[in-house]
């Protein structure tokens, strides 16, 4: 069989760039389809322009309590398109970034849109070129990591019109800061734009399906996530069903149906973030004879389809919909792929939200836990009595960790609070190594830090908290 690649990754993502990386350190001949930008949704259109926004919101936010710290500031203001501007030009260093890496490891970047066909071996692609025309690339192996995009509801008006209503991409580079904005969905992106649209001053309202805000966090961490946010002034509508979303003349109107009431609110703005659809359409994957399950590709435990030399990883291959366990299952399909055998294929993922307070968690909640049935030991110390929160302003938040009570090994931890998102490695690595009570006691921690709180969220589970 003639090839002309070991391996073709479709998608150039944080699962498909950092796949062809390994892949070439592999030794493997290796090409990277891509049809818009590299580093895909994650590094231009989400995780990380998203972070510089919030960064501006959260600085701006700590104007307000500039006393507290003795300090004072005669005139606070913003200027939105330089806020947006330092946003892309982030976004705009590391796609660059990623360009040179794919030089570097000698992978070449084929720009265009593929769709695969029946191949010799594993199926080949057709690639529609940006450039014009059409290039078909045999390889060995195909590993899909075409992502995912932003679900809509149109029936009842849930879709972006670029306009008035917007999806992630529009609301990571407004025009103008909405005065009144309703945030459909309180996941991870609707609670992160809420949180900076209130940062500049909007009126925002969140409405949200379930009983609860981040309702995939413990349930502890959300009630605390919503009184957090309520003191900042963003409003919640929980659990509310949306009926219908429709244009007016301020901006948009949604109909919603809180405890059994119609209730229609109104704003400038609304934001649409109910969750994401993979990427599965027209890549050829029906004729191939994929398994597709609602909108993402059927895999086996190392990213197998079913087909000959066909692989998916990453958002279009299921949840959790998050770039580091795209980045994890690439590079754990593609070792496979080249004959190792990797390790950790059920490593922990953790979870991150980068609002005001920041949420941070990995393993299973309480909650998971007992309907597991497991016996459990919980651990929680709050932030408002570690001292280096303290000294810092950061009183705000907690840790709570979930051990099972048989084995001692932890199996879950959630925070919330200030830098939390930098802190839950901690946790995640001690996971990985199936770390038990007795390994986070004796571990020590650097004082005075925040992650202290995490010693003592780990003594408090077993009766043994120092400073409380
Ligand atoms: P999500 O699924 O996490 O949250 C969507 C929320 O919308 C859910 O709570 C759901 O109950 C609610 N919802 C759905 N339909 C609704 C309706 N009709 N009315 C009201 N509420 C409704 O999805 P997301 O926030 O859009 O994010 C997509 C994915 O991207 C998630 O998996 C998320 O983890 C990931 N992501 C992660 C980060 C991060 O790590 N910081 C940031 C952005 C996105």
Redesign the pocket.
Known sequence: MSTDFDLLVIGAGPGGYVTAIRASQLGLKTAIVEREALGGVCLNW??IP?KALLKSGEVYETLDHLGDYGLSVEKRGFDLAKVVERSRKVSAQLNAGVGYLMKKHKIEVIEGVARLEKGAGAPKAVIALKAGGERTVQAKNVILATG?R??T?PE?G?EGDGERVWT?REAMVPKFTPKSLIV?????????FASFYRALGAEVTV????PRI???EDEEVSAAAKKAFEKRGLKFRVP???KKLSKSKSGVAVEIEVGGKAETLEAEVAIV????VGNVENLGLEALGVKIDKTHVVTDSHGGTGVAGLYAIGDVAG?????HKASHEGIHCVEHIAGLKPANVNSPIP????SNPQIASVGVTEAQAKEQGREIKVGRFPFKVNGKAIASGEMEGFVKTIFDGKTGALIGAHMIGAEVTEMIQGFTLAMTLEATEAELQATVFPHPTMSEAMHEASLDAYGRVLHM
């Open positions: 989400g995780c998203t995912a932003a679900r509801i009842i849930l992630y459909i969905g309180s996941g991870a992106i609707g609670i992160e409405v949200e399906a379930l981040v309702p995939v509310a069903n949306v973030a109910v969750g994401i949840p959790p919909w998050l770039a979870g991150c939200t980068y």
